[in-house]
């Protein structure tokens, strides 16, 4: 099975920073992957899917990047509701795996 | 408004058997692949089982496979997750979701709001 790993596990920023979270793939994936947001005792939130498309709702400070192996979920000014744990997720095939998450606290 | 709630989480014993179920709304359910996904407290989430439209193709986490049994009915618009011989690692919160192919894969895009399961003796 592929492996997902993350970068960094956490950090921590201010509001307005400007936030680059890291997911790799294993293996090469193309563009299957997608980004979720998580805030304490909440279900998790689709962010982006397809590696760059963003979810209908969701504000265009996300964005996504990359492919093969390599990816990025941008936050480009953090605002005070961002604060949450991000994970990103394998979605070519089961299992759906995914990463060990990111979370983004206050400086 | 599309709206998915489980139910059936409690506490088991190890070795225990439990049956998770998901009612969904606001959705043509039986077109929809569903799945679950947990979360033990503390830790990140975990993809555990999905199911196609018709329920003749189902995929399991190494983890799970053996004890855990998907199923689904459509016409009472319902998921459920049958566990059997639990273990204390299977403690976690249950999320249902609907699991949906795009263009570049599939993705998880409506989400219940999750329940507990508890394995303790």
């Known amino acids: 099975d592929i492996q997902m790993t993350q970068s960094p596990s956490s950090l921590s920023a201010s509001v307005g920073d400007r936030v680059t979270i890291t997911c790799r793939a294993s293996?090469?994936?193309?563009?299957?992957l997608n980004w979720y947001q998580q805030k304490p005792g909440k279900a998790p939130r689709l962010l982006i899917h397809g590696a760059s498309s963003l979810q209908s709702g969701v504000s265009s400070r996300f964005s996504g990047s990359g492919s093969g192996t390599d990816f990025t979920l941008t936050i480009s000014s953090l605002q005070p509701e961002d604060f949450a744990t991000y994970y990103c997720?394998?979605?070519?095939?089961?299992?759906?795996?995914f990463g060990p998450g990111t979370k983004v606290d206050f400086k | 408004e599309v709206q998915l709630v489980e139910s059936g989480g409690d506490l088991v014993q190890p070795g225990g058997s439990l049956r998770l179920s998901c009612t969904a709304s606001?959705?043509?359910?039986?077109?929809?692949?569903m799945t679950w996904v947990r979360q033990a407290s503390g830790k990140g989430l975990e993809w555990v089982a999905n199911i196609n439209q018709d329920g003749g193709e189902k995929h399991y986490v190494d983890s799970v496979k053996g004890r855990f049994t998907i199923s689904r009915d459509n016409a009472r618009k319902s998921l459920y997750l049958q566990m059997n011989s639990l273990r204390a690692e299977d403690t976690a919160v249950y999320y249902c979701?609907?699991?949906?192919?795009?263009?570049?894969?599939?993705?998880?895009?409506?989400w219940g709001q999750g329940t507990l399961v508890t394995v303790s003796s």
């Open positions: 606001g959705l043509t359910f039986s077109s929809f692949w």
């Open positions: 979701a609907r699991d949906l192919r795009g263009r570049s894969g599939w993705y998880f895009d409506y």
């Open positions: 293996q090469t994936i193309n563009t299957y």
């Open positions: 997720q394998l979605s070519y095939s089961s299992p759906r795996t």
